[in-house]
């Protein structure tokens, strides 16, 4: 009988061969490399190449930045590791004991880092978008020595990494010159990726803030872009990262550009100031980005914004492209039928592997035309690695991306996804496209190298129809990461009214608006009904029948709750605990089967939830008893509670109708 180990074969391996091991499980299952360095010295030796190949660091003020410096730099030395440090993020916010209350443009930053975690967990690909006033010339945001000293232990650290590469930079505060200068010193070909990037560090502080912008290391930016600010400024930001792009920024290679709209900034209608530009622009030089984001509300209702950027960059040399996204509460933002068709007659992407982009019907064009101007651009690109398609989606868009770009995919999200807004309902009578089992078949004939697929699901009270959607799922043999975007809006109410046929007498009553009913309040119920055993059910169908590579990753995504089709979003309340999101992981074991289900956004639900209950106590806006039901049956919050305890009476002991609704189980 063998009697070897599991580590004895380990040390058997070539010093190579275990690195590719450790490099395949830092990138598969981080966690696991703990694990693999538990096997053996070697081994351990193998997994602090990639356990500390980057370190990261959260920002909080100069006392506890110095303190998690030595901690780190005390970790690096006993592991012999610093040497092995390639990346260094620093994100946070270092607070010098200013008023809180005093940070001005600050404020955006804030909020939006309360809410990104949530975001980037169910949508990676959504840009979250700042809010709140924004002022370019800022009292608050100046340069001082005293804060650039309290960079020091930061400073310190990077001399000592030999291998550093890379420094992504997350913090609102100004880069600090002394950690510019210790890279321009001691490490030249290090990169910077500058996420808080801002034109007024220029405006403010000329000499420093063009020796950043035309650092040689400043490889990656992400700016704002306000086109006014709260105080009727104008921001010249878009003409500047264009400047910098054509030359001045000599090895910047992406820019991540997201417009918003400041608090207070449209209140002028004035033309737009006079702007020099930046000192040392040649007019007429080129730049050569390899990654283009235009995201928020950045303008794309004429091709004006591309045509400015395809002046300053050679879109030849672009590798990843995405236009358009959502405009943080103002809607959909992104290329309709004249940017398309301009973009399809005028560019060229001929190194261009990723796209992102979202679609936008004009409805002063017929729809027939929007569908041939989008068939045609999608058509227009080079195959392609990855592809994310948001917005109005029909049969030939989707026939255009599974004819051009199916055999090389290895990633694709199409997330069909109809703008509806008030007044709508009187002029639009077109059904958004539902994919069904036989659309994953089309993807599955045309796609043999999908790894990763995003897909919008409508909901259907988890009938047999959806239950053959998951099903179909998998078939798909390569496929290891999937995002289902569960679809619970019905449109049907403004556009199609033979479902009321269906509908027995209490749900034809009225609810809230004429065209709904309390039957399609009944529906909407059940849909938004997402819960863990509903999420584990899914990942079991689909997992049940998968054939080759397993399923590694599924992520639920709840979204379209109390959306009719007449732009008004109600069931707020109902929505905001029950349409739950999911994360769905297989452990990478090969011994016994493991899941892990983690629901995306707890805590922030179950603050919203206790604040809530504390303002229905208050106010007494809780669920109706049952003699106010009947002396009040006509009242919608009333009527919205009946059809609620319809579909889930009252358990015995719960507190709230909270505790009693759970999904409706697949049909199986």
Request: glycine fraction near 6%; proline fraction near 5%; aromatic fraction near 8%.
């Amino acid at each position: 009988m063998d009697s070897a180990t599991p580590d004895s074969y380990l040390q058997c391996l070539p010093h190579e061969t275990l690195q590719q091991i450790a490099g395949h499980i830092a990138d598969s299952h981080p966690p696991s490399l703990n694990a693999l360095a538990l096997t053996s010295k070697t081994c351990h030796e193998v997994a602090t190449l990639f356990n500390f190949r980057q370190v990261h660091l959260t920002v909080r003020n100069p006392k506890q930045l110095e303190h998690d410096v030595a901690a780190l730099v005390a970790a690096l030395s006993r592991t012999e590791s610093i040497r092995h440090v390639h990346s260094l993020t620093l994100e946070g916010f270092l607070d010098m004991d200013r008023p809180v209350d005093k940070k001005g443009t600050l404020d955006w930053w804030e909020s939006t880092q309360v809410r990104e975690p949530h975001i980037n967990n169910i949508l990676p690909n959504k840009e979250p978008i700042p809010s709140g006033f924004y002022y370019i010339y800022d009292k608050f945001w100046e340069l001082s020595s005293e804060e650039d000293t309290a960079w020091a232990p930061v400073i310190d650290l990077i001399k000592m990494l030999p291998s550093i590469a890379k420094i992504i930079y997350n913090c609102p505060n100004h880069f600090p010159p002394s950690l510019l200068n210790a890279l321009h010193q001691n490490h030249t070909q290090c990169k910077i990726h500058y996420l808080t990037f801002r034109l007024q560090t220029i405006l403010q502080h000329p000499t420093y803030g063009m020796t950043l912008a035309t650092s040689p290391c400043l490889y990656s930016v992400r700016l704002l872009d306000s086109w006014r600010d709260s105080e009727d400024t104008d921001d010249f930001s878009r003409g500047a990262i264009m400047q910098l792009v054509a030359g001045l920024a000599p090895n910047l290679k992406e820019v991540h550009f997201v417009g918003f709209r400041p608090n207070l900034s449209n209140r002028s209608r004035r033309q737009r100031g006079y702007w020099p530009g930046l000192p040392g622009f040649i007019p007429g030089k080129i730049g050569s980005l390899t990654s283009l984001s235009l995201l928020g509300c950045a303008d794309l209702s004429s091709p004006a914004l591309i045509r400015g950027w395809a002046k300053h960059t050679d879109f030849g040399s672009l590798h990843h492209l995405a236009l358009g996204g959502e405009k943080g509460g103002w809607g959909l933002n992104g290329v309709n039928n004249e940017v398309m068709g301009w973009i399809t007659h005028n560019c060229s992407f001929p190194q261009l592997k990723t796209l992102e982009v979202v679609l936008v019907h004009d409805h002063r064009f017929p729809r027939s035309e929007y569908c041939d101007s989008a068939a045609s651009f999608l058509g227009a690109f080079n195959p392609l690695c990855e592809l994310s398609v948001t917005g109005p989606l029909e049969v030939n868009i989707f026939d255009a991306i599974l004819h051009q770009h199916g055999q090389t995919l290895k990633k694709l999200s199409l997330h069909s996804l109809e703008e509806v807004r008030p007044g709508d309902e009187a002029l639009r009578r077109e059904m958004p496209m539902v994919f069904t089992k036989v659309h994953v078949s089309q993807i599955q004939a045309h796609c043999p190298a999908l790894e990763e697929l995003a897909i919008t699901v409508k909901r259907t009270q988890s009938n047999a129809v959806e239950v053959e959607l998951y099903r179909s799922l998998a078939k798909l043999e390569r496929l290891r990461s999937l995002f289902l975007i569960l679809d619970c809006s019905d449109l049907r109410p403004f556009r199609d009214s033979s479902c009321d046929a269906e509908f027995d007498e209490d749900d034809q009553r009225t609810w809230l608006y004429e065209n709904i009913k309390r039957g399609h309040l009944r529906l909407a119920l059940m849909n938004c009904a997402v819960d863990e055993t509903l999420a584990r059910s899914i990942w079991e169908t689909i997992c049940h029948d998968k054939v080759s590579t397993p399923l590694e990753s599924l992520k639920l995504w709840t979204t379209g709750v109390g959306e009719f089709g007449n732009g008004q979003d109600v069931m707020a309340d109902f929505a905001a605990n029950m349409s739950r999101s999911w994360l769905v992981e297989r452990l990478p074991r090969d011994d016994i089967e493991v899941i892990n289900i983690t629901e995306l956004g707890q805590y922030a639900r179950e603050a919203r939830d206790q604040s809530r209950k504390e303002w229905e106590t208050r106010w007494n806006k809780g669920e109706p008893t049952e003699s106010e039901e009947e002396s009040r049956e006509n009242d919608d919050r009333f009527a919205t509670f009946r059809v609620f305890r319809r579909i889930w009476p009252r358990k015995e002991g719960s507190g709230d109708w909270r505790e009693d609704w759970s999904s409706l189980p697949l049909q199986v």
